[in-house]
């Protein structure tokens, strides 16, 4: 017992002398408002180099404070759970301070909604995404990373609402996974039923496509539609 005492004590006195640097403490006041970043960002908000941040950036993780997902050619750090987020929280009550809050600079246009490759990205595509998990649509496949398995409650509710998943279902590739938003910096949904879902929107006439643009403008009867369907 005593053994497992002192070693919990030496853990916590770990964890919290890697959280108790200036520049990470930054960082993971940060990241509170669940947005990811990517480590450039991260090293401006921590005041450092790029390499010392990219050192900082290795140490949270192997605490176990950050998870790290790579897509394309960026990084994008966020809290490694609910449980790092609280323990922050509690220590800024403890501090007297409040977290600050996530101000996107992206454009108004591209950050409502727009074209991720081939599937729905921005403010829109997020609020689906958490929905979908909310109802209970997508499961967590924990064969893949970032993966989602499709739930018979899933399929029933998107193909009442016009989307081919047996179609989905047959493509060479993901069938769902999370792709991160990067003006929201949370996952939106990607694969082959995030493609479906943004197909199906332009079919509607949900959605169209702006000249020129990656932006996708939401009709009046788009919003009406999204609105009622994700309350």
Known sequence: MDADRNFADSALAEVAQCMAEPAR?????CLMD??????????AVGEVSASTASAH????????????????????????????GAALEAMLVLAGRSAPRFEPSTPVGLREARRCYDHMA?????????????????QPDLSQARAYALSARGAAALGALGLDVAAAGARRRRLACACMDWS?????????????WLQLLLERRWVED??????????????????????
């Open 122 to 138: 921005g403010r829109w595509a997020v609020r689906l995404h958490d929905h979908a998990l909310r109802q209970g649509w997508l």
């Open 57 to 84: 950036l290795a140490r949270l993780q192997a605490k176990g404070l950050l998870d790290c997902q790579s897509q394309g050619r960026h990084r994008y750090y966020r809290l490694a759970g609910g449980e790092v």
């Open 210 to 231: 702006e000249l020129d643009s990656r932006a996708l403008r939401l009709t009046r009867r788009g919003q009406a539609g999204l609105e009622q369907l994700l309350g």
């Open 25 to 29: 403490a930054r960082m993971l006041c």
């Open 184 to 196: 929201e910096r949370r996952p939106h949904l990607g694969g082959a039923l995030g493609a479906a």
């Open 34 to 43: 669940g947005h990811a970043r990517t480590a450039t960002e991260l090293a």
